[in-house]
């Protein structure tokens, strides 16, 4: 069994009479590689979830959304992603720097179905991945520590209507986002290659 409780996970079952379900579950659902099941699931994605932790140890989650398959499985250890454009506030990837330590969830909103993994993340700002990603400041690389199927009871079934226009392609130029061309914010955007 991979050992994925804590001293306040066990507590919990034992109040609520649940270990050993726990235990059956973490043994059954709970792996450290990447199966084609897996690799399936994450690379029909468009859009997942990540949690960070600052310097101070206070969690963080960012909503991370792109073209279907913009998660790569780069082998059954490691998943890849791109840093787009965003706030320029850089949560997820300052935290990052701080703590490696990330949870990713992805969901199927259309077919409910969910996959949460944990993993050690990095920053590459020179990765060779860059070329698959239009306008990507970098890739995210993690390295997965364990990953498991999680029960969909809950998830509301939801009909995708349309990827954002803001999505980097090669098909288009990306818009500017309405709040870029604010009053408050014009004069404190960075610059970009297409101001020179």
Not at 99 to 115: A, H, Q, S, T, Y
Not at 118 to 139: C, M, Q, R, W
Not at 163 to 180: A, N
Request: net charge negative; proline share 5%.
């Amino acid at each position: 069994m991979k050992n994925i409780y804590h001293e306040g996970n066990r507590k919990l079952q034992d109040q609520f009479d649940s270990r050993k379900l726990a235990d059956r579950l973490s043994d059954i659902t709970v792996h450290e590689e990447i199966t084609e099941r897996d690799r399936e699931f994450i690379e029909a994605r468009d859009m997942f979830f990540i949690s960070t932790i600052d310097v101070d140890g206070n969690p963080t989650v960012s909503y991370k959304g792109g073209q279907t398959g913009f998660v790569k499985i780069v082998d059954d250890k490691t998943i890849a992603f791109p840093d787009y454009d965003g706030n320029g506030m850089f949560l997820t990837t300052g935290n990052i720097t701080i703590n490696k330590d990330v949870g990713l969830l992805f969901i199927d909103f259309e077919n409910p179905m969910r996959l949460r993994a944990h993993g050690i993340a990095t920053v590459d700002t020179n990765s060779f991945l860059l070329d698959e990603y239009p306008e990507a400041k970098s890739i995210i690389l993690i390295t997965i520590k364990n990953l498991f199927i999680n029960c969909p009871r809950y998830i509301h079934k939801y009909e995708k209507l349309e990827t954002s226009k803001y999505v980097p392609s090669t098909q288009h130029e990306t818009p500017t986002p309405h709040w870029k061309e604010m009053d408050e914010f014009k004069e404190v955007l960075p610059k970009t290659p297409k101001d020179d």
